[in-house]
């Protein structure tokens, strides 16, 4: 369906000029515009119905841009930053509502060998991840060197890889802590 739409564009400004030129030079000076543009109206069910059927997405979609590593490391921080503060407020609240069931929780994933490796690495990613960037970061404020492409690059890569590998140790290896309740033996 071909519709004719006009918009009309009024632009106000004072002109400046000798007074014999305006009437008032203190009054402004209205211009009007006038365009015609032929449209094609279309709803919204008939447009998306034509992308499907050329096979294209709706609407450019964030899964269809390749971001740069860069990028993936800003907002991985900014993730793990959130994460974090979720995290530790959702166990300080339920510590809070529930003075037992945070221990009660605790000893659960400790009971199991399996589930005890997942939740120390779960935790154990967004504290180092957090941490190394900030350390990254503080390096940057203080040496102000860097910036360049190639080197956020290194650095973003070296940023993953200590993560990995602290995250790594955090979750498989347990600190056994000596007994605080065995009584000493004596020798009879």
């Not at 119905?49 to 740069?68: G, M």
């Not at 009660?104 to 939740?119: D, G, H, M, R, T």
Request: aromatic content about 8%; proline content about 7%.
């Amino acid at each position: 369906m071909l519709r004719q739409i006009t918009t009309r564009v009024s632009l106000c400004g004072t002109l400046s000029a000798p007074k014999s030129v305006l009437n008032h030079a203190s009054r402004p000076a209205v211009f009007n515009m006038s365009r015609s543009i032929n449209t094609i109206s279309m709803t919204e069910e008939e447009q998306t119905r034509q992308n499907l059927a050329r096979s294209r997405p709706v609407s450019p979609h964030v899964t269809i841009y390749k971001f740069p590593l860069p990028a993936i490391s800003s907002i991985t921080n900014r993730i793990t930053g959130v994460s974090l503060y979720v995290g530790i407020s959702a166990a300080a609240l339920s510590a809070l509502v529930s003075p037992a069931a945070l221990p009660a929780f605790l000893a659960c994933v400790k009971s199991s060998p399996l589930l005890l490796p997942l939740v120390k690495g779960t935790v154990a990613f967004p504290f180092v991840y957090h941490t190394a960037a900030g350390i990254r970061h503080l390096i940057w404020d203080q040496t102000g060197k860097g910036f360049e492409l190639p080197e956020i690059y290194k650095s973003s890569q070296l940023l993953f890889a200590v993560t990995a590998v602290f995250t790594l140790l955090l979750a498989f290896i347990s600190f056994k802590r000596p007994c605080i309740d065995a009584a000493p033996k004596t020798k009879k």
